[in-house]
């Protein structure tokens, strides 16, 4: 039977730096049980065979909780795995060349960071998800470029695919990036550096549910 593709809503828990899998999977297993719905593998200071360890070590867990595991920049550690999907940025890999490798139900999503030019080429590619970001100031990207929130209706109005709000999210400010548009919220510090990741995740969950209802 064939898998279905994943529906892009809600908080998108991004991982933290960290070497330590077991703590990476207890932190990610409580984002998981406060509603994250989606969450990408990303570690920019591993190595390849940690890289596969820790990606290896939250597939099972994400499938426990029926929830895709997105890879970041590694399609072939992606297509290994059997992973839900794979994230590039940029200069990350060829988004045509890459959604030709995926599966029909995997997702391929794209950093377009503050230009709809990108999101435009992005979506001709094939990509399921386009990011926009930093929406506001970031402590994992300090000198990353602030995209306008306008982006989001500005994407939506012109049809391209859903788009993800990355860069700073906060508690404080996701709804403002949601009521502008965003699908989902990708958060990393908001989440994994408060004293109960559970309850934070549940928090976020929140914010989606208020505006179903």
């Not at 998108?12 to 994250?36: F, H, I, Q, W």
């Not at 593998?41 to 990606?55: E, G, V």
């Not at 997702?107 to 930093?134: K, M, P, T």
Request: charged letters at 15%; proline letters at 3%.
């Amino acid at each position: 039977m064939s898998r279905a593709k994943p529906v892009l809503r809600g908080l998108y828990a991004v991982t933290p730096d960290l070497d330590d899998t077991a703590s990476l999977c207890r932190m990610v297993e409580a984002s998981l049980r406060g509603g994250a719905a989606l969450l990408q593998y990303r570690n920019k200071l591993a190595d390849s065979r940690l890289r596969i360890a820790q990606a290896s070590a939250l597939l099972p867990l994400c499938r426990q909780y029926k929830v895709p595991l997105i890879i970041n920049d590694d399609l072939k550690l992606c297509l290994a795995l059997d992973a839900d999907g794979v994230h590039l940025g940029a200069s990350d890999g060829d988004l045509q060349a890459a959604r030709a490798r995926l599966a029909p139900h995997q997702l391929l999503g794209a950093s377009c960071y503050d230009q709809l030019e990108l999101a435009n080429s992005a979506a001709g590619a094939g990509v399921d998800y386009i990011a926009f970001g930093a929406c506001f100031s970031s402590g994992t990207k300090p000198q990353a470029v602030q995209a306008s929130l306008t982006l989001f209706q500005t994407a939506r109005q012109a049809g391209l695919p859903d788009s993800v709000a990355i860069g700073g999210i906060s508690l404080e400010n996701a709804a403002q990036a949601i009521a502008a548009g965003a699908s989902a919220i990708a958060v990393i510090g908001a989440l994994w550096n408060s004293a109960d990741i559970e309850h934070t995740a549940r928090q976020f969950h929140q914010l989606f549910t208020h505006r179903a209802s």
